[in-house]
């Protein structure tokens, strides 16, 4: 069966400190992969989607950066965070489109 | 913009009673999904909803569409304690680029149900 991994669940880094959040995918092929942020009471924001190895769209230009560097890993990285990168970033896969999509458990990021 | 906002953004019933929030939208789509958020926690796909249908039922849901209207509701009946959680609807609005667009999702609507 298809399972999706998140980590960590939780993470609380300075201002000016390097992000790294890492999404896999077990039990399919070729997903198209997605990471999201949500703000406090607030709907989900697309920031990157992926459907191949190296193939990366940005939906929203701000500091964070995405590579997928496997076929079934999704990694979401910052230089330097900043305050309002602060929020509950979700990782996704999906078959396409036309289909559900299936989510991670989410990491809770607070720069502070 | 938001292309689904959902309503209300906060609902409070009695378990036992129906819950029905709703959703619109702007563009035309190729379907609409329905997801649910326990606090603090990812979503968990509900139930996907084509544009060439009107109606469709899982267990408890009941979801709808017109497309004329740009709308969609999601009806949970005979509530439990347990349906407690955000609703969001999400589309995947028809862009002209075409590809593997991630969906768009509402704001939510946040539903309590007492006990």
């Known amino acids: 069966s298809q399972t999706i991994h998140q980590w960590p669940a939780t993470l609380v880094q300075p201002v000016g400190s390097p992000l790294s959040l890492e999404c896999t995918v077990e039990?399919?092929?070729?997903?198209?992969l997605y990471w999201y942020r949500q703000a406090a009471g607030r709907g989900l924001q697309l920031l990157f989607y992926?459907?191949?190895?190296?193939?990366i769209s940005s939906e929203v230009p701000q500091n964070l950066s995405a590579s997928r560097p496997q076929d079934r890993q999704f990694i979401l990285s910052s230089k330097k965070l900043l305050l309002s990168d602060s929020g509950f970033y979700l990782c996704?896969?999906?078959?396409?489109?036309?289909?559900?999509?299936?989510f991670g458990s989410g990491t809770r990021l607070t720069v502070v | 913009s938001q292309q689904g906002e959902e309503d209300p953004q906060a609902l409070s019933i009695q378990e036992g009673e129906n819950a029905t929030m709703n959703c619109s939208y702007k563009?035309?789509?190729?379907?609409l999904q329905w997801y649910r958020q326990n606090s603090g926690r990812g979503l968990v796909h509900l139930i996907l909803?084509?544009?060439?249908?009107r109606e469709k039922h899982s267990g408890r849901l009941r979801v709808t569409l017109d497309t004329s209207k740009k709308s969609s509701s999601l009806l949970i009946t005979a509530s439990r304690a347990a349906d407690t959680a955000s609703y969001f609807c999400?589309?995947?609005?028809?862009?002209?680029?075409?590809?593997?667009?991630?969906?768009?999702f509402g704001k939510g609507t946040h539903l309590i149900i007492q006990p």
């Open positions: 563009t035309s789509i190729n379907n």
């Open positions: 999400a589309t995947d609005a028809i862009h002209s680029g075409g590809g593997a667009d991630g969906l768009t």
């Open positions: 039990g399919t092929s070729n997903p198209n």
């Open positions: 992926s459907v191949g190895i190296g193939q």
């Open positions: 996704a896969w999906s078959v396409g489109l036309r289909y559900g999509y299936t």
């Open positions: 909803i084509r544009s060439n249908e």
